[in-house]
């Protein structure tokens, strides 16, 4: 029997058995195969993460390292930030230090997430065996609910992803009613305009177009902070007489300040997409990093300021405490933005969509059609729940405590650990723990609190 045949009765006697009692047999069995096969033709550089070939190829079209940060940055520094220094308000000092432990929380969880998708091989080479989220849950429910696992975890991303669309357009129209106040529109108008402006969104098949379309939206941010930040600075004389809180807040405010500061940095729904799409995944860690820390310091200076400028006035959204001049060229600002920020979950949701839930193959005959009918579909239904949807912030409230928390902080930590556990030492499956908790948590006391508000607009009408 020649060395060869010896070769592939091992790989095959190693197969069955990981098939019969390993728990990750299916992708194990992928591993030892394409491990096989790179011994044999001489390919030592098969299984590195900069050359790898993944077991379903991706058609999807290389990003940079710069524009994978750019869409981060966009999906963190959304219209929240706006709403930073009143959670300031409400938490005192403590949401100091929030605003930063919840940086490096979500950077931790947005990686450990990404490592989810990656298994080691004979020779200790990292993998790409799972490319989304919904792969992900698959092989951590394979044996409780294997069915089931990846289909919540899709409902909630999109779920999530239509909730964020829905916000951005309900943000645009508002604006544009606020900005355009010389122009006869109803808020029903504006809706319809922004619409169409974000009609062309069905055409994006290129994560590229996306990327850049983050890039002048985070130029836009940028603009809209520094215009606030310079205006405090202009008030500084008067920031000795304001001081933060140190005593213990209201629960139901302190709870709010926690979601908004959270929630204000949530990209894990992207990551998966975005990481795959990168030229050079080695840069994902790195990117991660320098995003969230420039986030970081950014939203600090801007809370601490706004909160400075305006103290116990300081409002829910900080532009209208804006003189009325530059509360309008800010605005216009915003409205940019908004429109700008509604193509990367926009996209994501299609994505999954299309190819998570109904199974759409892109090169069979009259995919085109079917694509173009699903997004269009899509983008109808994010103007109709805009219109028609009761009480929309405290859905949305609803929403982000269910599905945001569990996205962000509970999977991420759950799946890390159980995926994870033979290779983490003591200190972190004991953050892991923690960060599982602070997500139970989050997600517990949202959804009361996000209840009893909508109860008490409720009893109000």
């Not at 991303?157 to 544009?176: A, H, K, R």
């Not at 556990?421 to 892991?432: I, N, P």
Request: aromatic share 10%; glycine share 6%; with cysteine.
């Amino acid at each position: 029997m020649s060395r060869f045949q010896l070769s592939w009765v091992k790989t095959h006697a190693e197969a069955l058995w990981m098939k019969r009692f390993r728990a990750d047999a299916e992708e194990n069995r992928g591993l030892v195969e394409r491990d096989e096969l790179a011994q044999t033709y001489g390919d030592s550089q098969a299984s590195s993460p900069e050359n790898l070939e993944d077991d379903a190829p991706s058609t999807r079209k290389k990003i940079t390292t710069w524009e994978a940060g750019w869409n981060v940055t966009n999906a963190i520094q959304g219209v929240f930030v706006l709403g930073l220094p009143y959670a300031l308000l409400q938490s005192g000092y403590v949401g100091l230090l929030l605003l930063v432990l919840a940086a490096l929380i979500c950077s931790y969880t947005g990686k450990i997430l990404v490592s989810c998708l990656y298994e080691e091989d004979e020779t200790g080479h990292s993998v790409r065996v799972r490319h989304t989220y919904e792969d992900v849950a698959k092989a951590c429910c394979r044996h409780i609910c294997p069915y089931i696992g990846g289909k919540v975890v899709n409902a909630a991303q999109v779920v999530e992803l239509v909730m964020t669309c829905i916000l951005y357009l309900v943000v645009s129209s508002n604006l544009m009613c606020h900005s355009l106040f010389f122009l006869p529109l109803t808020p029903a108008t504006c809706s319809a305009i922004s619409f169409l402006i974000l009609v062309p969104c069905m055409l994006i098949h290129d994560l590229r177009v996306v990327s850049r379309l983050s890039l002048f939206c985070s130029l836009a941010q940028f603009l809209i902070t520094f215009i606030v930040i310079g205006y405090c600075l202009r008030q500084s004389p008067q920031w000795a007489s304001r001081r933060l809180s140190a005593v213990t807040v209201d629960f139901d405010g302190f709870q709010v300040a926690v979601g908004v500061i959270i929630f204000s940095y949530t990209s894990q729904i992207y990551l998966p997409t975005l990481e795959e799409s990168m030229t050079d995944r080695l840069d994902f860690d790195s990117m991660m990093n320098w995003t969230h820390a420039l986030a970081c310091v950014l939203k600090t200076a801007f809370s601490v300021m706004a909160f400075l400028t305006w103290g116990e006035e300081t409002k829910e959204v900080i532009t209208d405490n804006l003189p009325t001049v530059l509360r309008t060229g800010v605005n216009l600002c915003l409205l940019a933005k908004a429109l700008l920020s509604y193509p990367l979950p926009f996209y994501a949701a299609a994505e999954i969509l299309q190819t998570g839930v109904l199974k759409l193959d892109s090169s069979a005959d009259g995919a085109e059609r079917w694509t173009l009918l699903l997004r269009g579909s899509l983008l109808l239904l994010t103007l109709i729940m805009a219109l028609y949807v009761p009480h929309f912030s405290l859905l949305m409230g609803l929403t982000g405590s269910v599905t945001g928390a569990a996205m962000t902080l509970l999977l991420p930590a759950l799946f890390h650990l159980q995926l994870k556990w033979t290779q983490l030492d003591m200190s972190r499956r004991a953050v892991d723990i923690l960060i599982l908790l602070l997500g139970c948590f989050c997600s517990v006391s949202g959804v009361i609190c996000s209840i009893k508000g909508m109860v008490t607009a409720f009893k109000d009408n």
